[in-house]
């Protein structure tokens, strides 16, 4: 019992540390900047001028072939490394102002952003050490060969069910304005948090709206054995411009991209961390 206190004990000196708590800050600017590509990168694959991918390692990429990319890129892949170990010292010890069951979700919660974090750092250690980086390939690829093992599909198919219902959640988070509770409000002048308000609206709403339509597509490649659905987030934006309206539905998708990318920035300011 002394163990798990003293290892409580110290994770939470570790999540209240002021460097750690700069360099969360500091990865909440790179993770905007990141959005931002993305909906750029949307708008490219919008107009018909996009000839790489329309997901973070797309992003990661396009910022790296510029003066001083690598180096942003560095500092960006640090940032999302401090912020996952946030976000997992977060799930061990944190959310302690909430009880009970919703202590619970918040910490799963933070269990999963953890994860998002580590992926995106991890997309950019894979650009700065020039390996073959295409987030979309690789998922293609790894759907394709999990599709041909024993209950493979269904693997593929849960795993799109799930992309999915993460998109509805952040959908529903976005627009129920529960992302308010994280934010330093007090410390806002009203303009700041209606500007706030908007963007976190507008950004969830887009990127769960992203999301699902990942999720149904890594579904419908399950059901339908083709991989060349399973390409994440990059099909998804390929797949909305292709549709009836799609210029103006996915010229719409990458406003609210950009709209999470500058919420970002509010929150590395006004976050609680």
């Known amino acids: 019992m002394s163990l798990t206190r003293n290892a409580e004990a110290t994770a939470s ?17 790179g993770y905007g900047i990141v959005h931002l590509l993305i909906a750029w990168l949307a708008l490219q694959i919008a107009f018909g001028r996009s000839t790489g991918d329309g997901d973070q390692s797309g992003a990661l990429q396009t910022l790296a072939a510029q003066p001083m990319g690598k180096f942003l890129v560095g500092a960006i892949g640090v940032g999302l490394l401090a912020m996952a170990l946030w976000q997992a010292l977060e799930a061990v010890v944190g959310h302690r102002s909430e009880q009970g069951g919703h202590r619970t979700t918040e910490r799963i919660a933070s269990v999963g952003r953890t994860v998002v974090y580590l992926y995106f750092a991890w997309s950019a250690w894979k650009v700065l050490s020039g390996a073959e980086a295409s987030s979309a390939d690789k998922s293609e690829a790894f759907s394709g060969k999990l599709m041909e093992s024993a209950g493979g599909r269904w693997l593929v198919g849960l795993a799109g ?15 129920k304005k529960k992302f308010l509770k994280h934010l330093k409000t007090g410390e806002m002048s009203p303009k700041t948090r209606r500007l706030s308000e908007r963007l976190g609206v507008a950004g969830y709403a887009a990127k769960g709206g992203v ?3 990942a999720g149904l597509l ?16 990059d099909a998804a934006l390929r797949t909305l411009r292709d549709q009836s309206y799609g210029t103006l539905l996915l010229t719409l998708m990458a406003l609210g991209l950009a709209a999470y990318g500058v919420y970002c920035f509010v929150q590395s300011r006004y976050r609680k961390v």
């Open 161 to 175: 069910l799930v992309l999915a219902a993460i998109g509805v959640g952040l959908v529903v988070y976005g627009v």
């Open 218 to 233: 890594v579904i419908l490649a399950a059901v339908n054995y083709d991989p060349d659905r399973a390409r994440g987030l």
């Open 13 to 29: 000196r570790t999540a209240n540390s002021r460097s750690l708590e700069l360099l969360a800050r500091a990865g909440f600017i």
């Open 211 to 213: 999301y699902g339509i």
